[in-house]
């Protein structure tokens, strides 16, 4: 049977390497973003390489009207979604709250909380009136259990991606749609890049003398997750690289033990 996932923030890292596995295992595709150029060169190697259709949808998803503009664009085939994997998200900036710049709040809250919400109000509602089921896969965060110093704000609004997780798990059951929430921690990604606003040095600190989780490393959890049989729903799962413990406590092998 053929089936279709929408993938959101599939422009890099987790999002591109979860469409990958996603294609590996048959699955049509609706891959978002923002950069579609890079979207589009995904595009092209997941029809090449696996015979799969797919459909790029360019928007910035902290935009409500953008968002629901995009989607209901769809080509009708497109809109039977199966599978949704919220995965579009940041974090910007890493300082005291009394410090904190208001506009990275407002990236972090409008893409991590509001557009996870515009996608997944419009997805499932497709899904419900389809009557046939399906999966929402959410991306949170070891952040969204343990906040950290310096991370107030995106920690709290993957604690709200954490809630909204298990809400929407009360609020489907009955129309039988699965509610998966993944989070991971330290993953290898343009995560801290985008955080110390393009300081690559900086970034590259954060995962000093550590073998960090790739974005592989995720989707093929993803994959996982999705092909349990019907009756069977993960909850949530907590991933970590064998070094990281939670959100304090690393252990980072020396330079001398690595070379």
């Not at 360019?58 to 085939?77: K, N, V, Y």
């Not at 995106?154 to 039988?176: N, P």
Request: glycine share 10%; aromatic share 6%.
């Amino acid at each position: 049977m053929e089936k279709t996932a929408l993938v959101t923030g599939a422009s890099s890292g987790i999002g591109t390497a979860t469409a990958r596995a996603l294609a590996r295992l048959g699955y049509d595709l609706v891959i978002t973003g923002r950069r579609t150029d890079r979207l589009q060169k995904l595009n092209d190697e997941l029809e090449r390489e696996y015979g799969v259709k797919v459909h790029v949808l360019g928007f910035d998803i902290r935009d409500r009207f953008q968002t629901e503009g995009a989607l209901s664009a769809l080509p009708d085939r497109f809109r039977e979604v199966d599978l949704l994997v919220n995965n579009a998200g940041l974090a910007s900036g890493f300082e005291h709250l009394d410090e904190g710049d208001p506009h990275d709040w407002e990236r972090m809250i409008d893409t991590n909380v509001k557009g996870l919400l515009y996608v997944t109000r419009v997805v499932s509602g497709w899904m419900i009136r389809r009557g046939k089921g399906g999966h929402i896969v959410n991306l949170g965060s070891i952040a969204g259990t343990h906040a950290y110093e310096n991370g107030a704000v995106y920690c709290a609004s993957k604690h709200a991606v954490h809630a909204l997780s298990q809400g929407m798990r009360m609020d489907f059951l009955s129309h039988g749609i699965k509610v998966t929430e993944i989070r991971p921690g330290m993953v290898d990604t343009e995560f801290s890049t985008v955080r110390f606003h393009g300081d690559k040095k900086r970034a590259a600190e954060v995962y000093r003398g550590v073998e960090p989780l790739t974005g592989d490393d995720i989707a093929g959890i993803v994959a996982w997750v999705v092909s349990l049989p019907p009756h069977v729903n993960i909850n949530d799962i907590e991933v970590m690289p064998s070094q990281q413990a939670n959100a304090y406590m690393t252990f980072r092998k020396q330079e001398s033990e690595t070379t």
